[in-house]
């Protein structure tokens, strides 16, 4: 039930309670948007057991990798001399 | 997928695991808290990248796990009872209670249904007035702001007929449980985060200070894993303990504000009992007093219920990170998801499960 899947949301509704529907993949449900009202037509958020609890900061998203690069110097240390990892 | 699929790249997973062998010059225990994060490390095989010595210890972050015995009796006690629709995540469905389980109690003619959210139960319970509908209200922060909308949107609709059977669990207090104790053997927590994303950050920074323990905001992909796991050995090697935050594209520190609001209006922090560890103070959700018509514990009377553990199953110490599931004698003989002793056996979430499914050894 912990499970947190990132999903698009392709339209919103507004009403009692804010509902959108969201694909996940190839998969679209519909889901309860009332704790995102920041999040749009368009956004990713993180959808759990059919409430969105956030939406996904695409700049934060990239820092996985950024932050990689920030240690480069100590990942080059797994590197192989002809750049592929050992 | 997007936002799943390159967090799981080969390279950036092996450029990781070479960042942390270059760096950790000792032996470091790092327990991941949530049960999606240790099901994550042993399907991909996060563990078998790490150097010697660095070893991962499998936490307490399984709502199903810890559900405590007495609660799985009382579920089943009310699912019986005639007129009663008794509503409940999947994965609660398996677990053991004394002597049955819920799918055993809809076997022999309860009628007990599979929801995917609490609002799926507030529905039927809107289309069956006459019916009692009962929602298992179980798991961490992460489904809380979901159990208290179903229940708010119950008293505001006036659906009389619902109500919540109510086994919520907080995650800092079983930190600091699991810190405090005598047999401790964490040096970092990587925490979940997704309880994040919910709760925010500040519940963490007085543990980390306390306990002189590094906790490091964590995701769920191999790639999320591995660099939460760098953080925290580089806060260890650099003997700080601080709250950092790998997760930020969907954790803030101050977390989700309008959930908080709704999970504080609804729900009040009570003790609760945690199967396989026992009593953690102020750990636990029980509705509000507001709230008590909605209040499954309240509204049905199951008598008193004596429960009864298998002696074998070591569930809690696993729990806890004390022991690994190869220490139990039952692993994988008497002991099995399709004839589980214990909960951690059960969920997808708990750690016998995924060292059953993906290595068949407990090792």
């Known amino acids: 039930m912990c499970l947190g899947v990132p999903g698009r949301i392709l339209d919103v509704r507004e009403g ?3 509902y959108g ?3 996940f993949g190839g998969v679209v449900r519909d889901v309860c948007l009332e704790y995102v009202p920041e999040a749009g037509e368009g956004d990713w958020v993180i959808v759990h057991v059919g409430f969105a609890i956030s939406r996904i900061d695409e700049a934060e998203a990239a820092r996985v990798f950024s932050y990689l690069e920030e240690i480069g110097d100590l990942g080059e240390l797994g590197r192989r001399p002809d750049g592929r990892t050992a | 997928m997007r936002y799943v699929d390159e967090y799981r790249d080969a390279d950036v997973c092996r450029r990781y695991a070479a960042a942390i062998t270059a760096r950790a010059t000792r032996a470091w225990r790092i327990m991941e808290v949530c049960g999606g994060q240790t099901h994550s490390i042993v399907r991909f095989g996060i563990d078998a990248l790490l150097p010697p010595g660095l070893e ?10 810890v ?3 007495e609660m799985i009796d009382r579920a089943l006690a009310i699912a019986a009872k005639p007129g009663v629709i008794f509503c409940s995540f999947g994965d609660m469905l398996r677990v053991p209670g004394t002597r049955s389980d819920l799918f055993c109690a809809k076997s022999e003619g309860a009628d007990v249904r599979i929801v995917y959210s609490p609002l799926d139960a507030l529905e039927i319970a809107r289309q069956n007035q006459g019916r009692e509908v009962v929602f298992f209200g179980v798991g961490f922060e992460t489904t809380a702001p979901a159990n208290a909308m179903a229940v708010r949107e119950a008293r505001r609709r006036g659906i009389c007929n619902f109500s919540m059977l109510v086994s919520h669990v907080l995650v800092p207090p079983a930190l600091s449980a699991i810190l405090s104790s005598p047999r401790c053997r964490v040096d970092a927590f990587l925490a979940a985060g997704h309880v994040c994303t919910v709760m925010g950050m500040d519940e963490y920074r007085p543990i980390a200070a306390r306990h002189r323990t590094p906790i490091v905001v964590t995701g769920f992909e191999p790639a999320d894993l591995l660099q939460g796991i760098h953080m925290c050995v580089v806060q260890l090697e650099e003997g700080r303990a601080e709250v950092e935050n790998q997760y930020a594209r969907s954790a803030r520190p101050e977390g989700n504000r309008e959930a908080m609001r709704v999970v504080a209006e609804v729900f009040r922090v009570v003790p609760r009992k945690w199967r396989g560890i026992g009593d953690i103070p102020e750990s636990g959700l029980g509705l509000r007093p507001e709230y008590a018509q909605h209040d499954a514990e309240a509204l049905f009377n199951v008598g008193t219920i004596s429960t009864e ?5 070591i569930s809690g110490l696993v729990l806890q990170g004390i022991e690994k599931p190869s220490a139990c004698p039952a692993f994988g003989t008497r002991c099995t998801p399709e004839t589980p002793l214990g909960a951690t056996m059960v969920s997808s979430e708990g750690a016998c499960a995924a060292y059953y499914r993906y290595r068949r050894t407990g090792s």
């Open chain 2, 67 to 69: 559900t405590p015995l």
């Open chain 1, 21 to 23: 529907h969201v694909a």
């Open chain 2, 56 to 65: 991962l210890l499998h936490g307490p972050g399984c709502p199903v796990c």
């Open chain 1, 16 to 18: 009692d309670l804010r």
């Open chain 2, 309 to 313: 553990e298998p002696s074998v199953c």
